[in-house]
């Protein structure tokens, strides 16, 4: 069944495949893709793509040669604005990074910088083309209050929220960290898992990171984990994935899935991995072969319907209800893309293989 969705979801793989160097990419293809949007077309790929945090992502992919001289200019032109914004945003993070990491080490602490902050410095193409939306900062047993006074000279206070294992706080240009001062995943493990990284686009000083094996399980550990129950397989997430693991030359796979621990997760990797495969032309055996094989074969379609049914809560009445909704002018961007016909269909396999139920189910 064909879905009013498929020509952006189309043009997402063939950008996915262009950015990660899988063998599905075909240029010829994508251009033809392109050059056949009218302009109501354009705007939902752009809306698909933000809802993905893909947008800066599709505009370096479109700037760059060849596409940059065989795409319509106006396409061009209503991308490159995200990707532009980002570096500049990004850049400001990356020194802003620098300046927390600074103060929280003067005030006795040992932060270690990871997730987003990290891949944007070391894994992404280009500054610009990841969307960063805070920094992430882990920071077992830190005190509370002496990291909050550490940081409040450098313009951030804490936001008031219920206890948790984070303590959040807000800049007043909008800027916001999460001090993870428990970090569960690690904490039956003994000595230091840290290493020194320098910044590629930051100041001439050694950031304090994860070692590789740890640092690629908590990757995996965050991006199969409950967030995918909710959001799906977001492009931003399945871009850090395909481009951690093709420089994965040194880690044990078997050491790496025992910090992951739990069944859920691996079996999502699997998934994913089967998806890399099948329709980015992405072959990565070494770590296919490792985990759990999928229940059902992953397919493209049912990626990208999991990224508009799950935000708007499907399947739960709630999401029903949102659904409903969204087929009114008003209500139209509030979740995200509104699921057509083809994704309810998809709905059962989206569930099975990346819901709650992923492992165990029947």
């Not at 189309?10 to 495949?17: G, P, Q, S, T």
């Not at 313009?155 to 807000?170: C, K, Q, V, Y």
């Amino acid at each position: 069944m064909s879905s009013i969705h498929e020509p952006t979801d189309e043009i997402l793989r063939l950008l996915l495949a262009r950015l990660v160097g899988g063998a599905a990419f075909d240029e010829d293809r994508l251009v033809r893709r392109l050059e056949a949007l009218g302009p109501v077309d354009v705007d939902a790929l752009a809306f698909a793509a933000a809802a993905n945090r893909f947008d800066p992502t599709v505009g370096f992919l479109l700037a760059g040669t060849p596409l940059k001289d065989r795409i319509p200019e106006s396409i061009r032109r209503r991308f490159e604005p995200a990707w532009r914004h980002h570096r500049l945003r990004n850049r400001t993070l990356v020194a802003m990074a620098d300046r927390v990491f600074a103060a929280l080490e003067a005030a006795g602490e040992r932060p270690i910088l990871f997730k987003g902050i990290h891949y944007v410095d070391w894994l992404s193409p280009d500054l610009g083309a990841r969307v960063l939306q805070d920094l992430d900062l882990v920071m077992p047993g830190a005190n509370r209050d002496r990291c909050v006074e550490a940081l409040k000279p450098l313009g951030f206070e804490p936001i008031d929220e219920p206890e948790s294992d984070a303590i959040h706080l807000r800049h007043r240009l909008g800027i916001e960290i999460d001090l993870h001062h428990r970090f569960r995943i690690f904490e039956c493990l003994e000595g230091d898992l840290t290493v020194g990284h320098m910044p590629d686009h930051g100041p001439a000083q050694p950031w304090r990171v994860f070692g590789r094996t740890p640092e690629l399980a908590t990757l995996i550990h965050h991006h199969c984990g409950p967030h995918m129950e909710v959001e799906g397989t977001r492009l931003c997430w399945l871009a850090d994935l395909a481009l951690r693991l093709q420089v994965a030359d040194v880690e044990d796979p078997e050491e790496v899935f025992g910090l992951v621990g739990d069944p859920r997760r691996l079996e999502r990797l699997g998934w994913i991995l089967d998806l890399f495969e099948r329709d980015l032309g992405l072959s990565l055996p070494r770590w296919r072969d490792a985990v759990p094989t999928p229940r059902s074969p992953a397919r493209w379609s049912t990626a990208m319907a999991s990224t508009r049914m799950l935000p708007m809560g499907l399947p739960r009445p709630r999401g029903w209800a949102r659904w409903i909704a969204a087929a009114r002018p008003a209500w139209r961007t509030r979740w995200g893309p509104r699921p057509s016909l083809a994704d309810l269909r998809r709905l059962r396999e989206v569930w099975r293989c990346l819901g709650r139920s992923a492992v165990g189910a029947a």
